[in-house]
């Protein structure tokens, strides 16, 4: 079986647009208001999952722990948890929000250096 990552990157016309300056800075500013609102969704999007399965783990944690016959191993299982939550989000935010975002700012910030404060996402 193979199996795909989904990740968002820029649009490559866009990409291509930006490297050969061929976009102006009126269209620029639209399309990094376009990335801005988007993005901001993907966020809120993202974190409200993350909560919703940390709710989720602590209603299916804590009667475990309540109920383990060993509560130190399941502590430390639960306790485990917290480490991979935080992998997991870092790995979904960087392949859903932080990929374009990198891509951006570096085509802004190598093809309009004048722009790079105003621009960056």
């Known amino acids: 079986m193979i199996y795909n990552i989904y990740y968002n990157t820029l649009n490559k016309e866009l990409k291509k647009a930006i490297n050969s300056k061929s976009i102006s800075v009126e269209d620029l500013k639209k399309v990094y208001e376009n990335l801005k609102i988007k993005n901001n969704k993907?966020?809120?999007t993202i974190n409200l999952v993350m909560i919703i399965v940390i709710v989720i783990f602590g209603i299916l944690?804590?009667?475990?722990?309540i109920n383990s016959n060993n509560p130190?191993?399941?502590k430390f299982m639960l306790l485990l948890l917290i480490p991979l939550i935080v992998v997991i989000y870092g790995i979904v935010y960087l392949t859903q929000v932080g990929l374009?975002?990198?891509?951006f700012n570096n085509a802004i910030k190598k093809n309009y250096p004048e722009l790079?404060?105003?621009l960056k996402l």
């Open 72 to 74: 130190e191993f399941t």
């Open 100 to 103: 374009i975002k990198i891509q």
């Open 61 to 65: 944690g804590i009667p475990t722990f």
């Open 42 to 44: 993907k966020k809120k």
């Open 116 to 118: 790079v404060y105003d």
